[in-house]
């Protein structure tokens, strides 16, 4: 069975750093485009950031373009989010995620998630 597994996250002050990775059992990443997907109390769903099969191309929301980085390490079956300059607003939980491509539309494929990682930034 296909599983997606996030860590990474954490509490940090506002302007720190964390580096999120989602790990993939049971069938290979590089079948398909991938994403990260966050949700914080009582807002929708935001799609953070998505890149394609083998990371030529990226999207990142206007909210975090410049601070977060996507990357994959197909090898490793590990799909990455660099996030750098947090802000309080980013506090939500991530979700890692398979996506239609192209990836600009941030559109989930197939409900292939993860649990997610909760990432708190206190001011």
């Known amino acids: 069975q296909a599983q997606l597994v996030e860590s990474g996250g954490g509490s940090v002050q506002a302007g720190g750093s964390l580096r999120l990775s989602c790990v993939a059992s049971g069938t290979r990443i590089s079948l398909v485009c991938m994403g990260w997907f966050r949700q914080a109390p009582g807002k929708e769903r935001e799609g953070v950031a998505g890149?394609?099969?083998?990371?030529?191309?990226?999207y990142y929301a206007d909210s975090v373009k410049g601070r977060f980085t996507i990357s994959r390490d197909n090898a490793k079956n590990t799909l990455s989010l660099q996030m750098n300059s947090l802000k309080p607003e980013d506090t939500a939980m991530y979700y890692c995620?398979?996506?239609?491509?192209?990836?600009?539309?941030?559109?989930?494929?197939?409900?292939?998630w993860g649990r997610g990682t909760q990432v708190t930034v206190s001011s």
């Open positions: 890149i394609t099969t083998y990371g030529g191309s990226t």
């Open positions: 995620a398979a996506i239609r491509c192209p990836v600009a539309t941030m559109q989930p494929l197939g409900g292939w």
